[in-house]
């Protein structure tokens, strides 16, 4: 079992910026992948960013170039830096890991975008 907690989130004005966090339970180098997802309201969930147990990562084309995904092993967690914020990126944010036989979701976190 893996737990996940998120934090971070809050209310920022349009092209603003925000940095939420990922705490895991234990060590993440045992784990495959990391990501972020988000789930706006009447959407299906989407993929935000993914980190593998290397340094190699992945991004939405629709937040290239302003989001950042990162890893720091040594306190278990995983961040995004979210960067020239859209109200469109207003949405609950979900931490996820991949393990080979299993996957586990944080609670998440809402992110609001003013205009």
């Known amino acids: 079992q893996v737990q996940l907690v998120e934090s971070g989130g809050g209310l920022v004005q349009a092209g603003g910026s925000l940095r939420l966090s990922c705490v895991a339970s234990?060590?993440?180098?045992?784990?495959?992948?990391m990501a972020w997802h988000r789930q706006a309201p009447g959407k299906q969930r989407e993929l935000v960013a993914q980190?593998?147990?290397?340094?190699?990562?992945n991004y939405a084309d629709s937040v290239k170039g302003r989001f950042t995904i990162s890893r720091d092993n040594a306190k278990n967690t995983v961040y995004l830096q979210m960067n020239s914020l859209k109200p469109e990126d207003t949405a609950v944010y979900y931490c996820?890991?991949?393990?080979?036989?299993?996957?586990?979701w944080g609670q998440g976190t809402q992110v609001t975008v003013s205009s």
């Open positions: 996820n890991a991949n393990l080979l036989a299993a996957t586990y």
């Open positions: 980190i593998t147990r290397g340094t190699s990562t």
């Open positions: 234990r060590s993440i180098t045992s784990i495959l992948v």
